[in-house]
């Protein structure tokens, strides 16, 4: 245990406290106060029933982050292939237990949390690609045989998540995976072969695979005002609300569209549209100014690494992060369907709040523990 928290290392608890990443604590303080006055004003001014929750689960998701901040990378070198292990475990669990929740099976009910199994495997996925490519030399990464393993440790938990189905966390799972191996430097040819392959399998999962509600969201959005008052009508109402706040939005708790109820699921994928209602587009601005450079404080913290596991887990966590933040705007202002993925700190949600944390607190044990040389094995 205390190899684990780095005890042995020439770095005392003092000293890594000092070259915590405080900037970035407070970037993302000002994204979770954001999400809570977002979840105060959704329920009508009141901190119940989503931000007093989400309050807490903030608390407990820094403290967390802090600790893996400590924990020494080559503990996080060693467990990233159990960690995947275990959250395959996780997936095939919930195909067999979890709890049904909008026609979908995402949720392993705990009691205390419902813990959605899929982002849990976002962060296992990118750990043990990370692993996986910090034991290969560049040569080795452009030879197709050294390429079939990561491919398979994508596929499989992207599957497991379709049959969920939740093909907006299985787009997202894939991408991020997708986008380290490119970040690892596996040749563009690869890249450009196997896009092919993706456009040319798209009739066939319409045709087999994707559920007839799948197909109606695409439908949508190729034409919402086909059906102003049904499939389109989310959308359409997530226009207009993003439309009627202007330069400086109606004022906090004035939004008309969330508070009459037109608005829907405004706490969870369509809080971005409440809070650029109230606040509008230089509200909207400064939120996405902020997720920016938190995304831009990883990037640096990866060029910092000294080590490729440190490197790529870095960038495959801002990689996974920057994938929520512009899939969930681009779907809420009608750039590309609905496909439920949240806001990151600032939709209502549990496990998906503490898994980004948790992905901070990699990334800032990244930092702290930069100069750490780990074996290539």
Known sequence: MSQAFGMNSSQTVGQKLQQMNWGLVILISIVACTGFTALYSAAGGSFDPWASKQMVRFGAGVAGMMIIALIDIRFWHRIAYPAYG?????????????????GAQRWIDLGFIQ??????MKLALIMALARYFHALNIEDIRKIRFLILPALMILLPVGLVILQPDLGTAMVTALGGIGLCFVAGIPMWIFMAGGALAAAAIPVLWMFVFHDYQKQRVMTFLNPESDPLGSGYHIMQ?????GSGG?????????????????????????F???????????????????????????????RCRQDFGRLLT??????????????????????????????MISYGGTSMLAVLAGFGLVMSCNIHRDSKIARS
């Open 247 to 271: 330069i400086g939005g109606k004022g906090f708790l004035q939004g008309s569209q969330s508070h009459l109820d037109f608005l829907p699921e405004k706490q969870t994928d369509f809080i």
């Open 115 to 120: 813990l959605q199994p899929s982002e849990i």
């Open 86 to 102: 275990a959250g395959i475990i996780l997936l095939i669990i919930n195909e067999t237990m979890g709890r049904i929740g909008m």
């Open 273 to 303: 549209t409440l809070f650029a209602e109230e606040w509008g587009l230089t509200g909207g601005l400064f939120l996405l100014t902020t997720l920016g450079l938190i995304m831009l404080y990883c990037g640096w913290v990866a060029f």
């Open 315 to 344: 960038f495959g966590l801002m990689i996974n992060f920057s994938l929520y933040i512009i899939i969930n705007i681009a779907m809420v202002t009608g750039l590309m369907p609905v496909v439920g993925v949240p806001l990151p």
């Open 238 to 242: 997530s226009k207009i609300a993003l």
